[in-house]
Structure formats: structure tokens, C-alpha cells
């Protein structure tokens, strides 16, 4: 077996490396974007094609660490780092990202033929992007980058963070009950128990602990965000709603993921409940962003708040998967755990509660059942008086 000398070995590593590195196939498919993005920037600068991102990259390389040189002695030294010129080179790598780009089509549409452009990108979504960017440079190239070199030249401007607005809960209802049977049990799975789209497409009936009540269920590391795994519950509600689906499916078969992998089925089912939004002409936009005020995510917000109202924000916390304080709820056993969920439980019922519009329109229908019954009478009286 060959040996190579370490010192004249440097170890390599793709492009395909670094987007597997990742373990979460989410995390991935951004990586995987935010270096397509990248490599659209690079031929825009460079005027190339094929070779636009290498060509680039070597440029950077070129500035990070240059060539030896001699001074005017003729001794020789190395300059130091050009880290202006890289830093502003990524300055427009940030501006590019800030623009639409008419002339950029990422792909076209096979079956209405329509062209999809490069569409400016959101300041959340470019920070992002630049992030996965500067790991891959380090990561791939060698070409580290300080947070100060960042701040010095103003990299990346600070995203304007907007109050998320509630969805009220005759909205709720409104989505609820135009949503179809698989959904509408979906998104009362969500609402009860304050579960991600992806957690709740990761489930199969061997999360459920059927013999308990309330029904808990037990979330895997793997299948988390935070890669911890918690548990939840469901209301009564949504377990009525899931019994059929339960019925159908084997011991480790997925209940509700119809797509080849739990990503695609998130995408789809994020699609879904907006193409619903569009169709009850609820696609109302938050201010200067792209992002839809009512949104899947907005079921988790109102658990949130629901379990805070009852039982304090640790709690809460702790059902949803996020950090905090939780001495307490740790010290809790299982029955005092389910029993808090039960008291908590009226507050997350939706289909079985009315709204006033729904009051109003029982009112309505009451009322003119009364008129009719006394229409009725007055025709039986003039039957018998005709008699």
C-alpha cells in the first residue's frame, strides 16, 4: 500500500460532499439552493459559463492566500490576505440576490411552458443563503471569513422582525371546515398538540399510546427539528377524526405521508394549504414580505398560546419543542402530565365549538322554523274552515 506523504497531500472534498454533511434532507435541499444561487452569481460576474463558480473561487483563493513575492531587496515575502476584495466581491453576491433577474430562468414549466425567473430574494431568505455560502467557502475552499469582516464592510442588512399576526379562530374554523376528511384530521392533530408539519408527517401508529387518555404520543429525535425527541397529546377531537385513518394503516406504516420522503410531503402539503388560503381569498400578505399572514404554522402559534393561557409558557414550551426552564415539568409524572393536557383540552376544540356567525346562523334557522310552523297552522285552520 502507497503511502502519501502528509505534507504533500491536501484532502479533498466536493461540492456533493459538503451538501451531504448535512442529516437532515431539508437542510440539504437549502445548501443545495443557496450554492445554485451562488453559482447564477457567478456567471452574471464573471461573464462565463460552466466554469463561471470555479473560476471565481479561484479568484478568492488568489486573494486569501497569495503568492510569494519579492520585495525590492529581491528577499522573498507573502502579501498578506486581500480580504477587501473578497468581502466586496460577496457584497454583490448579497445585492445580486436583492434583484430580480428576468434574464435568469431556473426552469420551465413542461407542461404550460411558462418560464421560472430568478425573483429578488427576501432578507431572511439572502441571509440564509449567504450563510450556507460562507460555510461552503471555508468548508470546501480554505477561504474563512470573520464576523467582523462581515460587520466592517456591512455584509448583510438586519432583517426587519414583524409581529406574526394570530389566526382568529373564526378563520380557523373557515379553514377547517373547507379542508378535506385527510386534512381537516391533520390540522386538528396540529392544532391539539402543537406539533410541526413535518413531525406530524413523520407519525405512524407506533408514536401512539392508544390505552392512554389523553392519547400521547411520542416524538423521536430524528423525526424533530431540534433533534430531541418529546412527547404530546391530541384532543379527543382529533383522535375521533384519526380512528379511521388508524384503521387502515399497519403498525409502521406512515399515517398520513403520501410522498417519497417527509420533506417533498411537507412542500406539498405547505402548497396545499395555500392553494386552500387562495381559494377562501385568505392570501393576505405581512407587510414588505412575501410571507402569508395565515399559514400552517399559525395552528402551532395558536397551541402555543393556548397552553400558555392555561398552564404557563414552560409548559408550552415544552409541548411544542423549545428550550427553556423546565425543572418542574420533568419532575411531573405521566398521569399529572395528561391530566394538565385534559385541562387544557376544551380550550383546542374546534369543530365541536361555534363561533358567533355560526350562533347567529342557528338563531336564524330557529327562528324561521317558528314562522314556518306558524305559517302551517294558519293553512291547516283555513283548510278546515273551507271544509
Not at 380557523?172 to 386534512?183: G, L, M, Y
Not at 384503521?247 to 399515517?255: N, P, S
Not at 395558536?302 to 400558555?308: L, P
Not at 383546542?348 to 317558528?370: A, P
Amino acid at each position: 500500500m502507497t503511502r502519501i506523504p502528509m505534507n504533500n497531500h491536501i484532502e479533498a472534498y466536493s461540492d456533493e460532499d459538503w451538501i451531504e454533511s448535512y442529516p437532515k434532507e431539508r437542510t440539504r435541499a437549502c445548501a443545495k439552493t443557496s450554492l445554485n444561487v451562488f453559482r447564477q452569481f457567478c456567471k452574471v460576474h464573471t461573464g462565463l459559463n460552466e466554469k463561471s463558480k470555479d473560476t471565481l473561487i479561484k479568484q478568492y483563493q488568489d486573494w486569501f492566500k497569495p503568492k510569494k513575492q519579492k520585495d525590492e531587496d529581491g528577499d522573498p515575502f507573502y502579501p498578506d490576505p486581500d480580504i477587501r476584495s473578497i468581502c466586496l466581491s460577496l457584497k454583490k453576491f448579497v445585492k445580486f440576490m436583492g434583484e430580480d433577474h428576468p434574464e435568469i430562468v431556473f426552469w420551465t414549466n413542461p407542461t404550460t411552458g411558462h418560464d421560472h425567473t430568478f425573483k429578488a430574494k427576501s432578507l431572511i431568505t439572502i441571509k440564509l443563503y449567504f450563510g450556507f455560502v460562507k460555510t461552503y467557502l471555508r468548508v470546501v475552499h480554505g477561504i474563512k471569513l470573520t464576523s467582523e469582516d462581515l460587520k466592517d464592510f456591512r455584509m448583510l442588512e438586519k432583517p426587519p422582525k414583524e409581529a406574526r399576526q394570530p389566526i382568529p379562530f373564526d378563520l380557523i374554523k373557515k379553514f377547517f371546515d373547507n379542508a378535506d376528511c385527510r386534512r381537516r384530521c391533520m390540522y386538528l392533530c396540529l392544532i391539539s398538540s402543537g406539533m410541526r408539519i413535518g413531525e406530524l408527517l413523520s407519525l405512524k401508529k407506533s408514536n401512539f399510546h392508544f390505552e392512554e387518555n389523553p392519547v400521547r404520543i411520542t416524538l423521536h429525535a430524528k423525526d424533530t427539528k431540534t433533534q430531541q425527541s418529546r412527547e404530546t397529546y391530541i384532543s379527543s377531537e382529533a383522535f375521533d377524526r384519526l380512528k379511521p385513518i388508524l384503521d387502515e394503516k399497519g403498525h409502521d406504516e406512515y399515517l398520513f405521508l403520501n410522498y417519497p420522503t417527509v420533506y417533498s410531503g411537507v412542500k406539498n402539503e405547505v402548497k396545499a394549504f395555500a392553494n386552500l388560503r387562495k381559494r377562501l381569498g385568505l392570501d393576505v400578505k405581512a407587510d414588505n414580505s412575501i410571507r402569508a399572514v395565515y399559514s400552517l404554522h399559525g395552528l402551532r402559534g395558536y397551541f402555543f398560546t393556548k397552553a400558555t393561557q392555561v398552564h404557563g409558557e414552560q409548559y408550552a414550551n415544552r409541548l411544542i419543542g423549545h428550550d427553556g426552564y423546565l425543572p418542574n415539568y420533568y419532575q411531573l409524572t405521566e398521569k399529572q402530565r395528561g391530566d394538565m393536557y385534559l385541562q387544557l383540552e376544551p380550550h383546542l376544540f374546534v369543530q365541536s365549538i361555534k363561533t358567533e356567525s355560526d350562533k347567529t346562523k342557528d338563531e336564524l334557522i330557529e327562528t324561521l322554523n317558528s314562522k314556518l310552523s306558524e305559517v302551517d297552522d294558519k293553512l291547516r285552520r283555513f283548510e278546515l274552515l273551507a271544509q
